[in-house]
T-cell receptor, first 110, second 112 residues
Framework: DAKTTQPNSMESNEEEPVHLPCNHSTISGTDYIHWYRQLPSQGPEYVIHGLTSNVNNRMASLAIAEDRKSSTLILHRATLRDAAVYYCISLNNAGNMLTFGGGTRLMVKP | NAGVTQTPKFRILKIGQSMTLQCTQDMNHNYMYWYRQDPGMGLKLIYYSVGAGITDKGEVPNGYNVSRSTTEDFPLRLELAAPSQTSVYFC???????????FGSGTRLTVV
């Protein structure tokens, strides 16, 4: 699994879009990008994952760069409940070894 | 649909004691995992299982044991607890190799 790099923290205003970046320059062609978030005192929660093309679901959108060396998680309208640590993980298709790094702590201001 | 259920939620152990952290899932997922999360850190994989009767070591297996006799249950055993095992433990599962993980709410363990 490729190493991922994320900013330690980001701030956003409530009801504005948030773009959370992730670099994964050593990713291989078959590695998937997964995003999870962890609210205070809770277990991680799956957000979204993708391989090459952009992905959308009810929680967020995932934009993957054409060279796949980076990706961006997009929260379209941040709410106070979106304040959490967001983890970006590169996962190969065997997919059984999943280690979370430090993640990005997102703070949402009212 | 309960998802992944972990018990207990909290536990205090004395050094040298043993205990079993329980994890059960009702989604018929083949893949199950145990992680630990130290304060302010990310998660590290302890053990995982790709199906009943099959287990394998993760990144930090020392001091722990697991078993997987059924699809639903994946208990984690701590033998001879040490202060270094003070952590929050998360169990997770998924149904296919390429699907997302579902996590339990965690067990907060303190060894004194």
């Amino acid at each position: 699994d490729a190493k991922t790099t994320q900013p330690n923290s980001m701030e956003s205003n409530e009801e504005e879009p948030v773009h959370l970046p992730c670099n994964h320059s050593t990713i291989s062609g078959t590695d998937y990008i997964h995003w999870y978030r962890q609210l205070p005192s809770q277990g991680p929660e799956y957000v979204i994952h993708g391989l090459t093309s952009n992905v959308n679901n009810r929680m967020a959108s995932l934009a993957i760069a054409e060279d796949r060396k980076s990706s961006t998680l997009i929260l379209h309208r941040a709410t106070l409940r979106d304040a959490a640590v967001y983890y970006c993980i590169s996962l190969n298709n065997a997919g059984n070894m999943l280690t979370f790094g430090g993640g990005t702590r997102l703070m949402v201001k009212p | 649909n309960a998802g992944v259920t972990q018990t207990p939620k909290f536990r205090i152990l004395k050094i040298g004691q043993s205990m079993t952290l329980q994890c059960t899932q009702d989604m018929n997922h083949n893949y199950m995992y145990w992680y630990r999360q130290d304060p302010g850190m990310g998660l590290k994989l302890i053990y995982y299982s790709v199906g009943a009767g099959i287990t394998d070591k993760g990144e930090v297996p020392n001091g722990y044991n697991v078993s997987r006799s059924t699809t639903e249950d994946f208990p984690l055993r701590l033998e001879l607890a040490a202060p270094s095992q003070t952590s929050v433990y998360f169990c997770a599962s998924r149904d296919r190799v390429l699907s997302g993980y579902t996590f339990g709410s965690g067990t907060r363990l303190t060894v004194v």
